[in-house]
């Protein structure tokens, strides 16, 4: 069963307190090398038969209707996950 991922980030302009609180905790755990963390979002969804073009399109609507809030995120990337990422787990299976 093919999967499309969907990557969503806030706004480049705007401000992410939870990136912000990580990048302070890394810091104060001496990772001063890492600048800035920045947190968004990563959807699977698991989709019957091929993956064409016509799919993709729809999923790229889907992604900027309904997953992300256009107010305030951005949809950075939608694709087709290769179906090694997964392997053959049982449904609900967390890797």
Known sequence: ??????EVMPKAELLDPAGKAVTGALHRLGHSSIAEVRI?????????GEVDAELLKQVEEVAADMLANGVIEDVIDVRVEPASAHGAG???ETH
């Open 1 to 6: 069963m093919p999967t499309i991922v969907v």
């Open 40 to 48: 968004g979002k990563r959807f699977e969804l698991r989709v019957d």
């Open 90 to 92: 049982a449904a609900g």
